[in-house]
C-alpha cells in the first residue's frame, strides 16, 4: 500500500515539475503582455479578456467533477499574473496638467495605480513631455457633462503624434475642506475654480459663503491649508483633503450627481484591439474637401458601412480662419473588414483623415 503511495506522489511530483516549468513558460509571455500594456498606456486588468480565456480553458477539462475546480484554479494564476504585470509596469511615468490633488491627478491616479505622476503647468506641456520621451503617458480631460469639450485637448489630438489609447469617465465629486479643528459653522468664505464654485451654488446660497476664485480645486485647497484661517474652505475633492491635510467637513455638495469629466490617455504607440468586441470605440478627426454637399457625402459613408457616431462636433481650424475639422466618436473597430474600407472610401471625400487611437469603451473610474 505504501508502495503504491509513493509511487502516486512521485507522479504528483513529476506533473507539478511540468506545471512549474509551464509557469515560468507562461510568466515570460506575460512580460510581452506587460510591455504592449506599458507602450500603449493600457491597464492590467482586461475583464472581458480574462473572461474569455476561463470559459475558453475551462471546456478544454473532460472531468466534470474536476471542471468544478478548475476556475479557481485559473482566476489564482490570473491573479498572479496580474500582480506580475503591475510590478513590470509599475514607476510609468504618467503627465498630467495641473496641481496634485486636481481630478485630472486623480484621474490619473486611479488610471495608472503604480505610476509616477508628474504635474505640468498646462496641456501643451504635459503632452510635449510625451512626445519627448520624458514621461510614457499624459491623461488629458477632453469633455465635462457639464461645461462640453475640451478644445484644447481635442486640438493637440488634431495637430500632435500621439494616440489615444483608453478613455475613462471620473465623476466629480465637490465637498468642503477647511483646516483640522474649523466646524462648519465657522466658515464665511470658500475658494475654488469657477466652475466648482457654479456646480455648488445651491448650497453656497443656502449657507450665505462669500466666494473667492482660484485656478482650480486643488490651488483652492493648498490656499486654504497654507492660511490656517479656520474660516476658510476650499470646495474640492475627498483626496485634495488628504494631500493638504485638510478635513472634510460635508460631502457631496455639488448640485448634481451627473457631473463626470472623461480623461483620454496619450501614449505614442497606436492600440491595437480585437475587432469582434462589441465594446470597441475609436476617434476619428477629419476635415472634408471643400466641395459642396462634401460633409454630407462623408457622414453617408460611415452611415453606409454601419458605423453609429456617438459625437459628432466641429473644431475650428486655428491657422485658417473660418475653416474647421471634425471630431467622431465611432462605435466599432477601424481595423476591421468594413472599417478599412470605410476609412479608404472616406478619404475621397477629405483633405485630412486621421484616426486617432481605438480603445474599449465603459472605462469608469
Request: glycine fraction near 6%; aromatic fraction near 8%.
Amino acid at each position: 500500500m505504501m508502495g503504491d503511495l509513493e509511487k502516486t506522489r512521485e507522479e504528483i511530483r513529476e506533473i507539478d515539475e511540468q506545471m512549474a516549468a509551464l509557469f515560468q513558460k507562461r510568466m515570460e509571455v506575460v512580460r510581452d503582455v506587460a510591455d504592449y500594456k506599458r507602450e500603449r498606456g493600457l491597464p492590467v486588468l482586461d475583464e472581458e479578456q480574462e473572461k474569455k480565456v476561463l470559459d475558453r480553458n475551462t471546456a478544454f477539462v473532460t472531468d466534470a467533477e474536476i471542471r468544478q475546480y478548475y476556475p479557481m484554479f485559473m482566476q489564482e494564476v490570473m491573479s498572479i499574473s496580474r500582480k506580475y504585470q503591475e510590478r513590470l509596469i509599475s514607476g510609468a511615468r504618467v503627465a498630467f496638467s495641473g496641481t496634485p490633488g486636481a481630478f485630472a491627478h486623480i484621474a490619473s491616479k486611479k488610471i495608472f495605480p503604480q505610476g509616477n505622476c508628474i504635474a505640468f503647468s498646462s496641456f501643451d506641456e504635459a503632452y510635449l513631455s510625451v512626445v519627448e520621451g520624458e514621461c510614457d503617458y499624459a491623461v488629458l480631460p477632453i469633455e465635462n457633462s457639464y461645461a462640453g469639450e475640451v478644445g484644447q485637448s481635442v486640438d493637440l489630438m488634431c495637430h500632435g503624434i500621439l494616440y489615444v489609447n483608453g478613455v475613462y469617465s471620473l465623476p466629480v465629486i465637490h465637498n468642503l475642506l477647511a483646516v483640522p479643528g474649523a466646524r462648519p459653522e465657522d466658515i464665511r468664505m470658500v475658494i475654488s475654480h469657477p466652475q466648482a464654485l457654479s456646480q455648488c451654488q445651491p448650497y453656497i446660497r443656502q449657507h450665505g459663503y462669500q466666494e473667492q476664485t482660484e485656478v482650480n480645486t486643488a490651488v483652492a485647497a493648498e490656499r486654504v491649508a497654507k492660511t490656517g484661517d479656520p474660516s476658510v474652505a476650499a470646495i474640492a475633492s475627498a483626496e485634495t483633503a488628504s494631500i493638504y491635510g485638510l478635513e472634510v467637513l460635508d460631502h457631496d455638495i455639488n448640485e448634481s450627481r451627473d457631473n463626470t469629466t472623461r480623461f483620454a490617455v496619450f501614449a505614442r504607440t497606436q492600440n491595437e484591439l480585437s475587432t469582434d468586441r462589441d465594446e470597441n470605440r475609436f476617434i476619428m478627426l477629419f476635415r472634408v474637401n471643400n466641395v459642396s454637399g462634401a460633409l454630407a457625402d462623408a457622414l453617408q459613408v460611415i452611415s453606409r458601412y454601419g458605423f453609429n457616431m456617438n459625437v459628432l462636433r466641429s473644431r475650428p481650424i486655428k491657422t485658417t480662419p473660418w475653416k474647421y475639422y471634425f471630431y467622431a466618436e465611432v462605435e466599432g473597430s477601424p481595423t476591421s473588414q468594413d472599417g478599412r474600407k470605410m476609412v479608404r472610401e472616406l478619404r475621397e471625400h477629405c483633405d485630412m483623415l486621421r484616426v486617432v487611437g481605438q480603445y474599449i469603451q465603459g472605462g469608469d473610474l
